[in-house]
């Protein structure tokens, strides 16, 4: 057979493999009740629970509208990826923050602009550590690993777009919002190492400041004259 007609064969068979492949993709959403945004879905919870980020990727690539989906709990991915069960852990350790899949989406444009709680769980866990007192970062003077790997991507998302919802627990009285607990967490005395991720990007220091409240500041700022937050950091994020 010549080369030519090898070629045009070629392109025909891989045309035929391909919208058979959509087809068939389409079949088995239908098949199960699901669109194909609802099966993207749910095949992109499965890579993450799989740590398989390349077909994370791939999955937003194949089908963007994945992006927009909403469970009904009004939920997008980024919200999915704050409770994953990694298929590879122990049972006991049960759900975790999967840092690497909101990358991903990020990664692939994807806009967080959902609030329900993404920052302030993410902020929740910021800081955790298990460490003794002298092994503070104000007493160490060494960043903690959680820091180092849960601000950067807050700070990612904030610069995405991210809501700054209300947070459920009051604070001295105050519901305050996401905007308050970013600066609440990221400038806690014992905290604060001189990390690169305590000096944001003029972006996310313009949505932070300007999202929070002048009740919220003066919050900060009495917490900051007992001790508890470091006046420098918030000096250096609020437009005070």
């Known amino acids: 057979m010549p080369v030519e007609e090898m070629r045009k064969k070629l392109r025909n068979d891989l045309g035929v493999f391909l919208l058979g492949s959509v087809l068939a993709s389409a079949s088995l959403a239908q098949d199960v009740g699901m669109t194909i945004e609802e099966r993207a879905f749910q095949d992109a919870i499965s890579a993450a629970e799989k740590r398989n980020y ?3 990727g791939f999955i937003v690539e194949q089908t963007p509208s994945v992006l927009d989906h909403r469970t009904e709990a009004g939920d997008d991915l980024f919200h999915e990826f704050r409770y994953v069960f990694h298929e590879d852990a122990d ?3 049960g759900y975790a923050i999967d840092l690497e899949a909101i990358e991903t989406l990020l990664d692939k444009s994807a806009v967080p602009s959902v609030s329900n709680g993404l920052l302030g769980t993410l902020l929740s866990v910021a800081n955790d550590f ?5 092994a503070f970062p ?3 003077g060494q ?3 959680n820091r180092e790997e849960f601000f950067p991507v807050i700070g990612r998302l904030i ?3 991210a809501e700054f919802g209300i947070l ?3 604070v001295l009285g105050l519901r305050p919002s996401e905007a308050f607990f970013y600066q609440y ?3 806690l005395g014992p905290f604060v190492c001189g990390g690169g991720y305590e000096r944001p990007s003029e972006l996310v220091k313009h949505r932070v400041s300007t999202s929070t409240t002048q009740t919220e500041r003066e919050l900060l700022l009495m917490l900051a004259t007992r001790g508890s937050q470091d006046l420098n950091c918030l000096i250096s994020i609020n437009d005070w």
């Open 143 to 145: 960043c903690t690993e």
């Open 54 to 56: 390349a077909q994370l």
């Open 159 to 161: 610069e995405a777009g």
């Open 91 to 93: 049972a006991a350790l």
């Open 185 to 187: 967490q990221l400038c």
């Open 168 to 170: 459920d627990t009051e």
């Open 130 to 134: 298990d460490g003794e007192i002298d």
């Open 138 to 140: 104000i007493n160490s």
